[in-house]
């Protein structure tokens, strides 16, 4: 009885074991699935859902790429504009922000504005024309106002950040990831105006010349999300299209940055996601999703490695090596049936049977080759 009773107890134990490998297994599987499933969703490049009052990453996706900011760049813009310029200070449109490339307001050489209605253009409409002028009025030059982006983006701690102009056109060497956007804006958000204006859905600015310009903003989460306190969004053809926004429910605001989405669609419907994915982990106190996916780190516009132009010039350089090579030896080979030649009409010539028409014909031949 007792060696039966061990038997059974062993096999109980056994198959214990089994039961809970499975059931952990099980809950692994589940837990990976509903993870991957999230990852699947988000189609854009880089994505980050911050904690704006903590700077806690809630769920993040290549997280530190740099990636090329399109109109982003403009809430940087506004931020240093607000530090070193007075929002009633008038600014005179010079023809150099007149005639910067679309999209613009529309503002003439010689008119004159304020710096808060540039920065409802240039926030609301994305205006470029809006952003030189503001950055001529500020530093005097787009060149020296892009010093002055580059030391707050290090300020605010956005090291993986670099500017080249105040208004997100593409260029060599300008850079930003999701995670220092989100820095960004959780800086901006400190700026009252600055926030009021990002949360603006329309607006009429006007010149003291009366010219009044109607601005719609760019960011259509305004009129289908009532969390969402307002953002900037981006496109160039390289960077794809891109957006910055916060959103703030009861006590908590998350800030969702992402960049290279594919389509205006995936856009509003992954920051969608974010937010809401970003309140879950708050309100539960759940555990951040971070993926990484295959993609190369490093800046945008930089030059291709050294070794692979080296091999192109090599293979140019061997292909002209065939050349050559094919060109001596056809060369080559007409000395050769040039030498031939002659040493059959020196045979033909000699010979007492062939002074006649066979000397002519390899004379011909002679000739032929020569030519």
């Known amino acids: 009885m007792r060696i039966k009773f061990k038997v059974q107890s062993s096999k109980f134990k056994v198959h214990k074991r089994y ?83 679309p999209h613009k307001a529309g503002f003439k050489e010689g008119d004159r504005v304020t710096v808060e209605k540039l920065l409802y253009a240039a926030l609301i409409g994305s205006a470029n024309d809006a952003a030189v002028a503001l950055a001529e009025a500020v530093a005097g030059s787009e060149t020296r106002f892009v010093e002055l982006m580059n030391k707050k983006a290090v300020e605010i701690g956005a090291r993986d950040t670099r500017f080249i102009n105040p208004h997100g056109l593409p260029g060599r060497g300008q850079y930003t990831t999701a995670f220092d956007l989100s820095k960004i804006m959780s800086y901006a958000l400190m700026h009252p105006k600055l926030e009021e204006i990002i949360g603006t859905r329309v607006a009429e600015v006007s010149t003291e010349n009366g010219n009044a310009i109607f601005l719609k903003n760019t960011n259509r989460l305004l009129w289908s999300d009532d969390d969402l306190v307002g953002g900037k969004t981006g496109y160039t053809h390289r960077a794809r299209h891109c957006i910055v926004c916060a959103a703030e429910r009861e006590n908590a605001t998350v800030i969702v940055a992402l960049l290279g989405s594919p389509s205006r669609g995936d856009l509003w419907r992954e920051s969608e996601t974010l937010i809401s994915k970003g309140f879950e982990v708050i309100g539960n106190d759940e555990k951040p999703a971070i993926y990484l996916t295959k993609a190369v780190y490093n800046e945008p516009d930089s030059k291709k490695p050294a070794y692979k132009k080296s091999s192109k010039i090599k293979k140019a350089k061997s292909k002209n090596g065939r050349k050559l090579i094919a060109k001596k030896t056809v060369k080559n080979k007409k000395i050769k049936l040039l030498a031939k030649t002659k040493a059959k009409t020196k045979k033909f010539a000699k010979g007492k049977n062939n002074k006649g028409n066979n000397y002519r014909i390899a004379k011909k031949d002679e000739d032929r080759n020569k030519g």
């Open 19 to 101: 039961f809970l490998f499975f059931l952990l297994f099980s809950l692994f599987t589940l837990h990976f699935s509903i993870s991957t499933s999230l990852a699947d969703e988000v189609h854009t490049r880089s994505a980050v859902a911050m904690d704006a009052s903590t700077g806690r990453i809630l769920y993040a996706k290549n997280l530190n790429l740099r990636l090329p900011p399109a109109s982003t760049t403009k809430l940087m813009t506004a931020v240093v504009v607000m530090e070193n310029a007075n929002l009633a200070d008038v600014v005179t449109i010079s023809r150099n922000a007149s005639r910067v490339s």
